[in-house]
């Protein structure tokens, strides 16, 4: 059967067209644009819906070949309603994009969102990194956490996704990291977040070195002068590795899981998968708990591909 996906991120958004089959899948187009997140709701829809048709046309379908449409959205999805709930891409709160969409596409079949941490997490444990560990997956549990943007988080128990009350299960990012730490959008201080998106490493290497740069280095610019041994670069990767540890020690303390998953801007970095191979964290309730971080398989489109196959496999709960 034929499925959609759409994966919508603070900063791009993507759509794509999926062949599904029990065990596989087979992307047959897709296509990618900037969000531009701070123009009006309606906007973004109209632009949504262009996006959707042109990729279709390219994958050579019509409207009725497609039998659902899953969507991954960047906050917290009230399974009920659709409505998101919260989230840091505030043009879309309190919106209902599925039902919004569904009208401006004129799509008859079912619609389906979710968020887009829960959607990476799925894929990843059911078609990518979830693969290459011994037990079946109906049988994993795993955390899938995106570290980009901000920092999102998909919870996998026994091969389903962990929705919770409200749909607000996952929301690792807004666990409290610092007391009185960092203020968040959330309204709350010392959330993960503020110390584990890209944007929070960036902001941390630039408070320690005011002025002397007329600009302020991307993330991944961080980790290259990181690599070349740059000292301040070394200070503030150092304390970012200790932050996620201690984040990943408090998860581990709570659901054990079988793996971690990473995905998003700053999980390419293989100085992640270096240091956790020779640290852990250090406030594990059992000590020498083997850490498996894994990084994503399916690349930057694990989030499209679970919001397509959620999308079908939740048909039967779309609104
Ligand atoms: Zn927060």
């Not at 887009?116 to 997956?137: H, I, L, Q, W």
């Not at 961080?222 to 970012?240: G, H, M, Q, T």
């Not at 956790?276 to 708990?289: H, Q, R, V």
């Not at 083997?290 to 999308?311: E, N, Q, R, T, W």
């Amino acid at each position: 059967m034929i499925v959609a996906g759409f994966d919508i991120g603070g900063t791009k958004s993507e759509v794509a067209f999926i062949s599904l089959e029990e065990d596989s899948f087979k992307v047959l187009a897709r296509d990618r644009i900037a969000t531009e997140r701070q123009r009006p709701y309606e906007e973004l829809i109209i632009r949504l819906k262009d996006l959707f048709f042109q990729t279709m046309e390219i994958a050579g379908l019509q409207l009725n070949d497609i039998e659902s449409i899953g969507i991954g959205m960047p906050g917290t999805i009230d399974p009920q309603s659709g409505i998101m709930l919260n989230g840091n891409s505030s043009v879309f709160v309190d919106r209902n994009i599925s039902s919004d969409l569904k009208n401006t596409i004129g799509f008859s079949g079912s619609l389906y969102c979710e968020n887009d941490a829960n959607c990476f997490a799925y894929a990843e444990a059911r078609f990518g990194a979830g693969k290459s560990f011994a037990k079946p997956f109906e049988q994993q549990t795993s955390v899938g956490i995106i570290l980009g943007t901000g920092c999102g988080g998909g919870i996998i128990i026994n091969g389903n996704v962990l929705q919770g009350h409200h749909g607000g299960a996952g929301e690792i990012g807004h666990s409290e990291l610092y007391s009185a730490g960092h203020a968040c959008y959330c309204g709350s201080k010392g959330c993960a977040e503020q110390y584990l998106s890209g944007p929070s490493l960036e902001a941390h290497f630039a408070n320690r070195i005011y002025s002397q740069i007329d600009k302020r280095p991307s993330a991944q610019e961080i980790f290259e002068l990181y690599d070349k041994k740059d000292p301040i670069a070394i200070a503030v990767v150092n304390s970012y590795f200790q932050d996620l540890a201690k984040f990943l020690g408090n998860l581990t303390n709570i659901l054990a899981p079988d793996y971690f998953v990473l995905g998003g801007g700053v999980s390419l970095q293989p100085a992640i998968y270096s240091f956790f191979e020779k640290n852990t964290s250090p406030n594990l309730f059992i000590k020498g708990y083997p850490l498996h971080i894994f990084k994503h398989i399916l690349g930057d489109s694990a989030g499209v591909i679970g919001a397509a196959v959620l999308g079908y496999e939740r048909r039967s709960k779309c609104y």
